[in-house]
């Protein structure tokens, strides 16, 4: 019998955070709760968890802020937000503090336990150890597991992105962005394209979100990120990645 995933639920209102905790018990899941953002950090620094349910407005530190902290102190376990909050905006901004995966209050639970599984399958699918590489959201599985260029290494396994010296861990979100980018490799994608693929969202939204994601990877990969050679901006239009692979 395999050892089933610990989720930590981070939930202020004690009803929810029940509610949630028997639900998710009656799916196997082994279960702690947290209700508020230090002591979520406090847990989450002293136990292992397979994956984070955060609400993101919290007493003192909220959820982004807590996610954040987490990025980094190069804790990767995976995290969804959970909010009232949906706005587009909202919700990139939970994904540029750098949590894995954002769903709205109300919620059907059957939603959020085939999000959660599906957030699971993504982090098993990127360790080493995973035997049946599983396809992560929105991105087909055109991309090997290993990409190389230009001396730079992608490890979309274990997360790792080595360039210029150095080995950056990339969060889940990061790292379907860039797998994304790069299947799409020499074709020009639309922010809009973006978010619909990548991040879920179908709103119209004039967000800049994607301009910070972009910044940072220009960060990990480019000798010189002010004049990107591989993650190219094309102005009033969207990206296209570039490369001799």
């Known amino acids: 019998m395999s050892t089933p995933a610990r989720i930590l639920v981070v939930e202020d209102e004690a009803h929810l955070a029940q509610g949630l905790s028997f639900n998710l018990q009656a799916e196997g ?7 508020d953002g230090e002591g979520a950090l406090e847990r989450l620094a002293e136990d292992s968890f397979d994956a984070v349910l955060l609400d993101a407005m919290l007493p003192g530190k909220s959820g982004f802020e807590v996610v954040a902290e987490l990025r980094a102190r190069e804790s990767f376990v995976p995290v969804m937000i959970l909010t009232a909050r949906g706005r587009p905006e909202d919700v990139l ?9 954002y769903l709205t209050k109300p919620f059907d639970l059957s939603i959020l336990l085939a999000r959660l599984n599906g957030l699971l399958r993504r982090m098993q699918w990127h360790r080493p150890s995973a035997q049946q590489p599983v396809e992560i959201a929105a991105v087909q599985s055109s991309v090997p597991a290993r990409f190389e260029f230009d001396g730079r290494i992608i490890d979309f396994e274990s997360l790792e992105l080595t360039a210029l010296g150095r080995t950056t861990h990339l969060t889940l979100m990061e790292a379907d962005l860039l797998r994304y980018l790069i299947q799409n490799r020499g074709r020009i994608v639309s922010r809009k394209e973006l978010l619909e693929q990548v991040w879920r969202l179908h709103e119209d939204t004039d967000t800049r979100a994607i301009d910070n994601f972009i910044v940072r990877l220009r960060r990990y990969l480019e000798d010189e990120p002010s004049r990107p050679v591989y993650l190219q901006t094309v102005r009033g239009v969207g990206y296209r990645f570039h490369s001799s692979a």
């Open 29 to 35: 899941y082994d279960v702690l709760i947290e209700g």
């Open 93 to 101: 901004l939970g994904f540029e503090s750098g949590a894995d995966d």
